[in-house]
């Protein structure tokens, strides 16, 4: 591009008189010189900004195919989120742009979406539990890095808080996360080396001890306590969710707020508690660039993202459970009504991102492998 840039420059500093055959030739050689410099610039075609060949192996981009479809792979608990935020995106995006998107959308445990990915699913767009499954994606070549900064908030799309969920009228009386290390309170909740809803209920016992004041081998005793006082382990949060509401196994359930405000808008009449410490529980979205980029679909995924952080979208999370990450929305009446404040909010960001809580406590013979051969023994 500096070619045609000087060729430009030189063209308009140049004073030619085309009267005469001088001047007139000068100046035909210059503009000569700028043609074939800006066509090598284009790479002799001007249009290629839309060409599959900017990518490797990818297939013609979405703009020009009159129908595109999307894959979206997400955690099960946001299905009824999305089924109301797709039709909305659906429309706009056939008003805007007379093409029609069709969604197939695979719902599941965050984990076990993540293997489904590196394995071979096909996804345009991942929303996952946690950001950790987001950089085993990443890691295994799917996504590039700096996928956090290509959308607001750092990647987060939604976000909930961990709930004590009790028996009717709370018999134990558990109403702060101390109240759990109670002997004869019995906690329901998901293996942390399976679940990643189960990740977040261990980090929230283990925050609760630090910022309350106590340190490490604090924190550690009291989690081992905790988990001690598990009678089982469930593969994962749904399950966990079974094992105490439809086979009565527990006193207590950790889960998702979002998870409860669920249950409640389908009728359910649930006790539960949102300790005033808590884990903010942060949920990722991300493009899948490897994918994107040989289906075509890139302007429409990356379309679909940036709009779930619209105030429109960010409504119908808030409907379903989920608290905002959209400022306009955070301030309104109804999430402040629906969401009770929480005072001390920590994020995963407090103890080293999840590449550090990964190792520190759920890696092969990390503290909770530690914990559980104790409890063997």
């Not at 293997?115 to 996804?123: F, Q, T």
């Not at 956090?148 to 996360?177: C, F, H, L, M, Y």
């Amino acid at each position: 591009m500096a070619l045609w840039q000087r060729l430009l420059r030189r063209l308009q500093a140049k004073r030619f008189s085309v009267n005469s055959l001088q001047g007139f030739v000068s100046l035909f050689l210059i503009g000569t010189a700028l043609s074939v410099a800006l066509a090598a610039c284009s790479g002799g075609n001007v249009s290629n900004s839309n060409s599959a060949a900017q990518t490797p192996g990818a297939s013609p981009v979405s703009a020009n195919k009159q129908n595109v479809e999307l894959t979206l792979v997400s955690f099960a608990v946001t299905k009824a989120a999305h089924e109301a935020i797709i039709p909305k995106f659906v429309e706009k995006w056939k008003q805007e742009h007379n093409q029609t998107v069709t969604f197939n959308p695979s719902y599941g445990g965050s984990g076990s979406q993540t293997r489904a990915v590196i394995d071979g699913l096909e996804a345009d767009v991942v929303h996952l539990a946690l950001a950790l499954d987001t950089q085993k994606i990443e890691k295994a070549g799917l996504i590039q890095p700096g996928w956090q900064k290509e959308v607001p908030n750092d990647g987060i799309v939604s976000k909930s808080v961990a709930a004590i969920v009790t028996r009717p009228g709370n018999p134990k009386g558990v109403k702060t996360w101390a109240d759990l290390e109670k002997d004869q309170v019995k906690l329901i909740t998901a293996d942390p080396k399976t679940s990643g809803i189960a990740r977040w209920n261990f980090l929230a016992l283990w925050n609760s001890v630090i910022k309350t004041g106590g340190n490490e081998a604090k924190a550690t005793e009291f989690v081992t306590k905790i988990y001690n006082n598990v009678p089982l382990l469930t593969k994962d949060a749904r399950e966990a969710t079974d094992a105490f509401f439809k086979q009565g196994q527990g006193d207590v359930l950790i889960n998702y707020e979002n998870e409860i405000i669920f249950a409640q808008q389908k009728g359910q009449k649930i006790d539960y508690v949102i300790p005033d410490v808590n884990i903010s529980i942060d949920n990722p979205i991300a493009v899948v660039d490897k994918n994107v980029d040989k289906h075509g679909t890139r302007e429409v995924a990356e379309a679909f993202v940036k709009y779930l952080y619209t105030p429109e979208a960010q409504q119908e999370f808030v409907k379903w459970g989920f608290r905002p990450v959209n400022e306009t929305v955070i301030q309104t009446k109804e999430v402040a009504d629906k969401y009770p404040k929480v005072k001390t909010l920590s994020t995963v960001q407090n103890y080293g991102g999840w590449d550090a809580v990964q190792n520190k406590f759920f890696a092969d013979g990390a503290l909770f492998d530690q914990i559980q051969a104790q409890k063997q023994r």
